[in-house]
């Protein structure tokens, strides 16, 4: 029902900033919560951020509280991730995602609509 592009990835050093774009097309982006999640090599899939569909409600995972913020724009049908004061440890692919509803946020098998990807690079 909607599909997700990411964008605005790269490689950074540590203390610098990035910011995530994840553009939507197909359906009316207001009707969906978006989650970001990311996944570093032989780790699992973790939560990172989460916005409702108007925006009034955020939820951020301990380790990126104080450094990152959610934003949408539905007008423009897209979601950003503001990163700042990046650390070596936030390296990973970086994945926008999408439901109707959602009640356990942090849970990425919640979702059933997902970006490609884009790698965002800390170093150290």
């Known amino acids: 029902q909607v599909q997700l592009v990411e964008s605005g990835g790269g490689l950074v050093q540590a203390g610098g900033s990035l910011r995530l774009s994840c553009a939507a097309s197909?359906?009316?982006?207001?009707?969906?919560?978006v989650g970001w999640f990311r996944q570093a090599p032989g780790k699992e899939r973790e939560f990172v951020a989460y916005?409702?569909?108007?925006?009034?409600?955020?939820y951020y995972a301990g380790a990126v509280k104080g450094r990152f913020t959610i934003s949408r724009d539905n007008a423009k049908n897209t979601v950003y991730l503001q990163m700042n004061s990046l650390k070596p440890e936030d390296t990973a692919v970086y994945y926008c995602?999408?439901?109707?509803?959602?009640?356990?946020?942090?849970?990425?098998?919640?979702?059933?609509?997902w970006g490609q990807g884009t790698q965002v690079t800390v170093s150290s």
């Open positions: 995602a999408a439901e109707s509803s959602v009640v356990v946020y942090h849970d990425p098998r919640r979702y059933n609509y």
């Open positions: 197909g359906r009316t982006f207001s009707n969906y919560a």
């Open positions: 916005g409702s569909r108007t925006g009034r409600s955020t």
